[in-house]
């Protein structure tokens, strides 16, 4: 990652301070499977406090804590819903699991696929969108090149560090990042993350 951040310093002073002020890049990866995806959608449109706390009770009510499809078809919507997940959530989780079991999503497979092939075919499964594909990019297939510009986290930031006098648009994040960060966006999108007071339940 020295590459990175020394691209990453020298083409944005204000991301330089951010780096200086955070510290080594040290995120949290996750494995490349079934497991991250489902925690995406359970982070989807969730504070990453709520999402953690929620997580943790799906974890607990799955045998041996492993959330795996099999677990997510044999639950019932009333387990699921007991420990606050919607039904919209458990539709997509299900959906999700349905095809991983049937064949219909191998993650070995997606893996060797580039980015915009692993969005296309991750978005066509409800449930799933832009956001959930970004972070499983980012923190399961540890892509170095993801600029999720529509989290709300990554925006916050940017008005913060960038003083901005408003939130910034998707579009405007996206701008700055081909002016700025790439090709290493992910990376700049953990800095402003940490950058943040609560470093958006990273």
């Not at 040290?26 to 999402?51: C, D, H, M, N, W």
């Not at 296309?120 to 969108?129: E, M, N, V």
């Not at 930031?157 to 700025?180: C, G, H, I, N």
Request: glycine share 6%; proline share 6%.
């Amino acid at each position: 990652m020295r590459k990175a951040i020394l691209h990453l310093k020298k083409s944005d002073p204000v991301l330089r301070s951010i780096i200086e002020r955070v510290g080594p890049y040290r995120i949290e990866y996750s494995p490349p499977g079934f497991e991250t995806l489902a925690r995406a959608i359970i982070y989807q449109q969730l504070s990453g406090k709520v999402a953690l706390q929620m997580y943790n009770r799906l974890e607990a009510v799955c045998p041996e804590g492993k959330v795996t499809p099999q677990a997510i078809l044999e639950l019932s919507v009333e387990t699921l819903r007991k420990i606050g997940i919607s039904r919209q959530k458990t539709a997509y989780l299900r959906e999700t699991a349905r095809l991983v079991v049937e064949g219909k999503l191998n993650f070995e497979e997606l893996a060797k696929l580039p980015d915009d092939e692993v969005m296309r075919r991750l978005t066509a499964i409800k449930g799933i969108g832009p956001w959930t594909v970004h972070m499983f990019l980012i923190f399961g297939l540890r892509r170095h090149d993801v600029m999720p510009s529509a989290d709300l986290g990554i925006r916050v930031a940017v008005q913060k560090a960038y003083q901005f006098d408003r939130l910034p648009s998707p579009a405007e994040v996206d701008r700055m990042a081909a002016e700025r960060w790439r090709p290493y966006c992910s990376v700049a999108s953990w800095y402003l993350w940490r950058s943040l007071e609560d470093k958006a339940g990273l």
